[in-house]
Nanobody, 122 residues
């Protein structure tokens, strides 16, 4: 499975963005797919994830602000980000795992996209 993340950019505080993670090579409808982010000089952290059955999980910091969804027919997972703040600035990565549930550890994801930069100006 190859993952391609896209949709990042430079926005202002309060704006919205939608990130996309498109899979190729094979269907990843049976995979958990998650979004991680890594800010400068910080560890990569889980932002949100969605199981093959549609169960979602969010970091406390983005609950009610971000929404993760998947469109299996398009082999794509989305991250809708609203009310963006400067602290949301990071490189956002999508990752996929054959695990049945969303995992926090980056080591447990077999496939990674290349990352897309989100910059939120104040």
């Amino acid at each position: 499975v190859q993952l391609q993340a896209s949709g990042g950019g430079l926005v202002q505080t309060g704006d919205s963005l939608r990130l996309s993670c498109a899979a190729s090579g094979r269907s990843f409808s049976g995979y958990v797919t998650s979004w991680f982010r890594q800010a400068p000089e910080k560890q990569r952290e889980l932002v949100a994830g969605i199981t093959s059955g549609g169960t979602t999980k969010y970091a406390d910091s983005v609950e009610d602000q971000f929404t993760v969804s998947r469109h299996n027919a398009k082999n794509t997972v989305y991250l809708e980000m609203n009310s963006l703040k400067p602290e949301d600035t990071a490189v956002y990565y999508c990752a996929a795992s054959q695990s049945p549930r969303v995992l926090h550890s980056t080591r447990l994801y077999e496939y990674w996209g290349q990352g897309t930069l989100v910059t939120v100006s104040s």
